[in-house]
């Protein structure tokens, strides 16, 4: 006679699916993107209309900054979800996140260097510039940290 066991689909055999660190990783993800948008959205005066200075006035004072910010708390969530206590670190999760970052690191660079002669139509390019490259190279260092963990 064979034993069944009913698997739980929030905890596989492999670990949980929702750990702490990952928790942690979603957060700072969020938080890197939503920094980035609040600042585009309020900061820029080309995006939209200006209406006043925008709140806080520390995020104003900042300037470009504020991309370093976000990407940088982009990033760090990224690696942080690349340890093997989140879904993401290990069994197909690893592939998924080294190729998906690889992937965008490429289309940003592509993007960047297709539209280069006219980037006012694309959103947060035209801010940035030549710092896309560091973007898209970044992605890719963060797609090296899901490689390390591929068994």
């Known amino acids: 006679m064979s034993k069944l066991k009913a ?3 929030l905890a596989p ?6 750990s702490p660190r ?12 939503a920094w980035i948008a ?34 940088g708390l982009l990033m760090v969530g990224l690696i942080v979800s690349a340890h093997p206590s989140t879904p993401l670190g290990r069994g197909r999760g690893v592939v998924v996140g080294m190729l998906g970052c690889f992937v965008v690191g490429l289309l940003w660079i592509c993007t960047y ?13 035209d801010d940035l510039g030549q710092k896309n490259l560091v973007v898209g190279i970044a992605f890719m260092a963060v797609g090296f940290t899901f490689a390390t963990r591929w068994e």
Request: aromatic share 20%; no cysteine; glycine share 8%.
């Open 7 to 9: 698997k739980d689909p």
């Open 13 to 18: 055999d492999r670990g949980p699916l929702a």
């Open 22 to 33: 990952f928790i942690v990783a979603l957060v700072l993800m969020v938080l890197g993107i």
């Open 38 to 71: 609040y600042y585009y959205v309020v900061f820029d005066p080309t995006a939209f209309p200006p209406k006043d200075s925008g709140s806080p006035a520390f995020m104003g004072d900042l300037g470009d900054w504020n991309y370093l910010i976000g990407f």
């Open 113 to 125: 260097y297709v539209f280069s002669n006219d980037l006012s139509n694309i959103p947060v390019f």
